[in-house]
């Protein structure tokens, strides 16, 4: 009997918390991600495992990796890749970059200029890549998971709406509770390495078939009519705000009905439900969203935004019919 999504998610949550120390919130949206075939963006201060979670995620999941480290001096074609001239035979060759794998850590992404973040888009939207007008496709389970610090910090660029826009979610990374760190404290002085993963246990736990199985499991969960109409009230709640200039466009829609999909698969469930919806709001949407500078100046976020839509649009009462 194959895997269902929720037996897949428990084994990869298994393996995570063998090595992320809390950090349940990012856990979770990184398996509405990677369940519901979308890019996850983390974000949080250096030292808090952003890294080390993808990293770990890769092992778990057996799939061909790649990193690619931002700094302010990468170009496009370090990127996507080059043609290169081969002056010994007269021809030229495509030497494809590091974005032709399976799952991509796009590390620091907002350390680069928006030129050669915008490299990313055509690969995050079409699972593409066009290298001197020949298109080439991007494996069938490719992913981003990118790194992010805050845009206070300095030497970092906020990245460009149309690319957070492709980002299916966005998770916080913060400091750990005072037991966890000091349980991570407990584990370096057993002599856990994070950079040695296979001695800390980490080991595939999901084959190719499994995880597919899984993708396709979760497109298939029921999402009633009132349910799809719950998701776009509070996708239209966000529009009508006075207090956001750029609300959630389409795209977020699509992508909150299939990260409800993916919580209900996680909860073992054939049917998504208002729960699931708000559970991926949090998770979904904020990022996508811009507040007016006025009511920034007066402390309103994205994040209270969507808290208010949740608690603002009417819940369906048979969303599960």
């Known amino acids: 009997m194959p895997a269902s999504a929720s037996d897949v998610a428990r084994r990869l949550q298994d393996g995570l918390r063998k090595v992320i120390v809390g950090q349940d919130e990012t856990i979770f949206a990184m398996l509405l991600a990677l369940l519901g075939q979308g890019h996850a963006l983390i974000e949080g201060v250096p030292g808090t495992a952003k890294t080390l979670l993808v990293r770990t995620l890769a092992v778990l999941l ?8 931002f700094t302010p001096d ?12 081969n002056p010994k035979t007269g021809e030229f060759s495509t030497r494809r970059g590091p974005i032709f794998t399976d799952l991509l850590l796009a590390d620091e992404i907002n350390r680069t200029p928006p030129k ?3 490299a990313m888009l055509e690969a995050m939207e079409e699972r593409q890549v066009t290298i001197d007008g020949v298109i080439m496709p991007l494996s069938t389970t490719f992913m981003v998971c990118a790194t992010q610090n805050p845009v206070e910090y300095e030497g970092t660029y906020p990245l460009p709406e149309a690319q957070l826009d492709r980002f299916m979610v966005r998770a916080k990374t913060g400091y750990p ?16 390495d994070a950079r040695n993963l ?56 699509i992508w909150l009905l299939i990260a409800a ?16 919806v708000k559970d991926a709001a949090r998770y979904v949407l904020p990022h996508r969203l811009l507040v007016r500078p006025e009511a920034e100046v007066e402390g309103v976020t994205a994040d209270e935004v969507i808290r208010r839509a949740l608690d603002s649009v009417p819940v369906p009462k048979e969303a599960e019919a």
């Not at 057996?62 to 480290?69: A, L, M, N, Y």
């Open 62 to 69: 057996g799939v061909d990796f790649r990193r690619i480290q």
């Open 116 to 118: 050669t973040q915008s």
């Open 177 to 192: 509770q005072r037991d966890e760190e000091l349980d991570l404290l407990h584990r370096v002085a057993d002599g856990f």
């Open 261 to 276: 999909q993916a919580a209900a698969g996680i909860n073992d469930s054939s049917f998504a439900t208002p729960d699931d």
């Open 74 to 85: 990468l170009m496009p074609s370090d990127v996507v890749g080059t043609t290169v001239f």
């Open 198 to 253: 296979e001695r800390a246990g980490i080991a595939q736990v999901v084959t190719p078939d499994e995880f597919a199985a899984a993708r396709q499991a979760v497109r298939a969960i029921h999402v009633s009519p009132s349910l799809q109409r719950y998701v776009y009230d509070i996708v239209a709640f966000t529009r009508s705000s006075s207090e956001v200039s750029l609300g959630a466009s389409p795209r977020a829609a």
